[in-house]
T-cell receptor
Framework: KNQVEQSPQSLIILEGKNCTLQ??????????LRWYKQDTGRGPVSLTI?????NTKSNGRYTATLDADTKQSSLHITASQLSDSASYIC????????????FGAGTRLFVKA | EPEVTQTPSHQVTQMGQEVILRCVPI?????FYWYRQILGQKVEFLVS????????KSEIFDDQFSVERPDGSNFTLKIRSTKLEDSAMYFC????????????FGSGTRLTVV
């Protein structure tokens, strides 16, 4: 069954600290993996897109990694800011004759001053 | 930066009524999507639309739902007879022709069925 599991479910960190969010998936065959940031009551905003040949991709203070062999991805946030408080959603797109897109449940990040 | 625009931002309707949620995708995008997110739950895929027809739909997208691209710019989701459990945020998204292209989501319409 195609699934995307994210951990932790929620996370509280102090402003300025780093954190890493995890995403494990079972979607196969794999097409690409995206990380989105979703502020409360808003639509998701794309942070990174990675294909199977990419191991690392950065977007400012966000760095995503992908291990296609172990089917794991992480999103590292450096020097967190209060505005980073949001849900971070891992989305995996499979290449199964219909390009299934599976959303993870997200990690809710709270950055405190 | 190009945006996906959704209207209205909030819609309250009585159970059994029809609602139409509207979206204006990014102008040069070719793939269009509707998703929903029930409060506190994950985003769920409803339907994808390409070349003026539905290309994929989920089990959620039953006969009560329909989509239309009535002109060159709008993309609508109609719910024929709303139920209480249809209350959710509905997001429209669009994507360019490139498979690696990211989805651009609208800000959503919060539908409340009373």
């Amino acid at each position: 069954k195609n699934q995307v599991e994210q951990s932790p479910q929620s996370l509280i960190i102090l402003e300025g600290k780093n954190c890493t969010l995890q995403c494990n998936y079972t979607v196969s065959p794999f097409s690409n993996l995206r990380w989105y940031k979703q502020d409360t009551g808003r639509g998701p905003v794309s942070l990174t897109i990675m294909t199977f040949s990419e191991n690392t991709k950065s977007n400012g203070r966000y760095t995503a990694t992908l291990d296609a062999d172990t089917k794991q991805s992480s999103l590292h946030i450096t020097a967190s800011q209060l505005s980073d408080s949001a849900s971070y959603i891992c989305v995996v797109r499979g290449n199964t004759g219909g390009f299934k897109t599976i959303f993870g449940a997200g990690t809710r990040l709270f950055v405190k001053a | 930066e190009p945006e996906v625009t959704q209207t209205p931002s909030h819609q309250v309707t009585q159970m059994g009524q029809e609602v139409i949620l509207r979206c204006v995708p990014i102008s040069n995008h070719l793939y269009f999507y509707w998703y929903r997110q029930i409060l506190g739950q994950k985003v769920e895929f409803l339907v994808s639309f390409y070349n003026n027809e539905i290309s994929e739909k989920s089990e959620i997208f039953d006969d009560q739902f329909s989509v239309e691209r009535p002109d060159g710019s709008n993309f609508t989701l109609k719910i024929r007879s709303t139920k209480l459990e249809d209350s959710a945020m509905y997001f429209c998204a669009s994507r360019s022709y490139r498979e690696g292209g990211g989805y651009t989501f609208g800000s959503g319409t919060r539908l409340t069925v009373v």
